[in-house]
């Protein structure tokens, strides 16, 4: 089975850098994602490393290592609208892609 | 082009009676999943289906939970009879075939099932 944790929430100034971190431990393992849902609506993708090292994508990157089961996910110049909750999800190995997601971290932007 | 379809967006329903969820995934997607996501448990898979074939059903919470894919652009997730504790946004997403690159899931925007 899978067993994600991830902070519950998170506290952060605009303009500034936060980093949020999941880990996870699994019978399977091929590949990390990193889903964003804002209040009331749906997760959207944002990241996937299935290799280690880091992924680079504007102004959101995504760590991977798989020796330590870690991984966290980096937001820069932060803006009020990253206010959300950002999932932490593994995919098993298996020709599926199932995603088993950590509950979730959700992240408040103040001013 | 359209995303994973959900019906309906919004539903309120009494204890006992027979609720069904419907979702069309993207077209070309070969695997459709179905979520469950409350605030105490999170997002929790129901189920999933690849090339309309049930491949795990171990999420699904209980016998009168049941789902089905007549074909490639339409599943049900039926609840009969429903229950408070029911209540919850279910998510169907789907995806394409394989695992190679980032390929990964889309949701749609869920049905928030409100169960009095």
């Known amino acids: 089975g899978q067993n994600i944790d991830q902070p519950t929430e998170m506290t952060a100034t605009e303009g500034a850098i936060v980093q949020i971190n999941c880990t996870y431990q699994t019978s399977g393992f091929n590949g990390l994602f990193w889903y964003q849902q804002h209040a009331g609506e749906a997760p959207t993708f944002l990241s996937y490393?299935?290799?280690?090292g880091l992924e680079e994508k504007g102004r959101f990157s995504s760590f991977l290592s798989r020796s330590k089961g870690y991984s966290y996910l980096l937001l820069k110049e932060l803006q009020m609208k990253d206010s959300a909750s950002y999932l932490c999800a593994v995919r098993e190995a298996g020709g599926y892609n199932k995603l088993i997601f950590g509950a979730g971290t959700r992240l408040a932007v103040h001013p | 082009d359209a995303g994973v379809i959900q019906s309906p967006r919004h539903e309120v329903t009494e204890m006992g009676q027979e609720v069904t969820l419907r979702c069309k995934p993207i077209s070309g997607h070969n695997s459709l999943f179905w979520y469950r996501q409350t605030m105490m448990r999170g997002l929790e898979l129901l189920i999933y289906?690849?090339?309309?074939?049930?491949?795990?059903d171990s999420g699904m919470p209980e016998d009168r939970f049941s789902a089905k894919m007549p074909n490639a652009s339409f599943s049900t997730l039926k609840i009969q009879p429903s229950e408070p504790r029911d209540s919850a946004v279910y998510f169907c997403?789907?995806?394409?075939?394989?695992?190679?690159?980032?390929?990964?899931?889309?949701f749609g925007e869920g049905s928030w099932l409100t169960v009095v």
């Open positions: 490393n299935v290799l280690d």
């Open positions: 997403a789907s995806s394409p075939a394989g695992q190679g690159g980032g390929n990964t899931i889309y």
């Open positions: 289906f690849n090339n309309n074939v049930p491949i795990d």
